[in-house]
């Protein structure tokens, strides 16, 4: 396996497909790098070096017991940045890991990058606050954590229904069901907790003021796991020259029920890089 040792030294699983310009994907939550297969492997098709980690906790990574924190896992990518040499990289971060890709270029700057894309990311912040009313309330994080300690696995098949707008109008197989389910489950319990306090307390705010490259903001608008009202619409107004496209009716989990038009659309904007 392809792995590399973070600073403090827990083993980091990634996968590199393909060559050409580098695009680095870090995944939502619960799940793992090959949420991102379709688009590695429809990239690394046409001339891009696809590649994707399993975050820390999650995968096939080490589980350690402490450092599921946003300024950790921009470390965490700045290792695997520094361990492959990537230059003029785009990266490219989903739900929670739209936070991490933020919080590296908030730390270590856009030398680097020639490009960010958000797609249905916490950004610029996901919890509610008093200056953030349209955040989502602390509650319910709270029975999501709640959830998971009780019955994991099946909180987890549970979700599966407002992740994918199942309820809403989309459809997914039954395989992609087992295999989001499988996925899910590979993760360590703690971090899979710990991320849910780091997604809905962290505040990106002041790393979105710092992102100065070309920025694609993808959303759903019927996202009812990271509501578009309160973080891609704000992200996207936020961010000079950001391109945003909000999918019709699409659910938190676009790149499987509008895999094709976001395939095209990461393609379309790589292009202009």
């Given at each position: ?211 100065d490259v070309p920025t694609l903001v ?56």
């Open positions: 396996m392809s792995t590399f040792k973070a600073k403090d030294g827990t083993q980091i699983y990634y996968k590199d497909w393909g060559s050409g310009k580098p695009v680095l994907f870090s995944h939502g939550w619960p799940l793992d790098g090959d949420m991102w297969d379709s688009q590695m492997n429809f990239l690394a098709e046409r001339g891009y070096r696809a590649i994707a980690f399993d975050r820390r906790g999650f995968g096939r990574s080490d589980q350690p017991w402490e450092g599921y924190n946003y300024d950790t896992f921009a470390s965490d990518i700045n290792d695997l940045i520094t361990h492959l040499d990537l230059q003029d990289v785009t990266l490219v971060g989903f739900s929670m890991g739209g936070g991490d890709v933020t919080r590296y270029i908030g730390t270590y700057g856009t030398a680097r990058v020639a490009g960010l894309a958000l797609l249905g990311a916490v950004t610029p912040i996901f919890g509610k606050t008093d200056d953030h009313p349209q955040g989502v309330d602390k509650s319910v994080f709270d029975g999501i954590k709640d959830g998971l300690r009780k019955d994991r696995a099946q909180f987890i098949s549970d979700f599966a229904t407002p992740f994918f707008g199942l309820n809403a109008g989309q459809s997914v197989s039954e395989g992609t069901l087992t295999q989001t389910l499988n996925i899910a489950l590979l993760a360590s319990l703690k971090g899979t907790l710990d991320c849910v306090t780091a997604f809905s307390e962290t505040d990106f705010r002041v790393d979105v003021a710092k992102v993808i959303h759903g608008s019927n996202d009812q796991i990271v509501p578009f009202e309160a973080t891609g619409k704000l992200s996207a107004e936020l961010i000079s020259g950001a391109e945003l496209k909000v999918y019709d009716n699409a659910p938190h989990g676009f790149a499987v029920t509008h895999q094709d038009q976001l395939n095209n659309d990461l393609l379309a904007f790589l292009q202009k890089l």
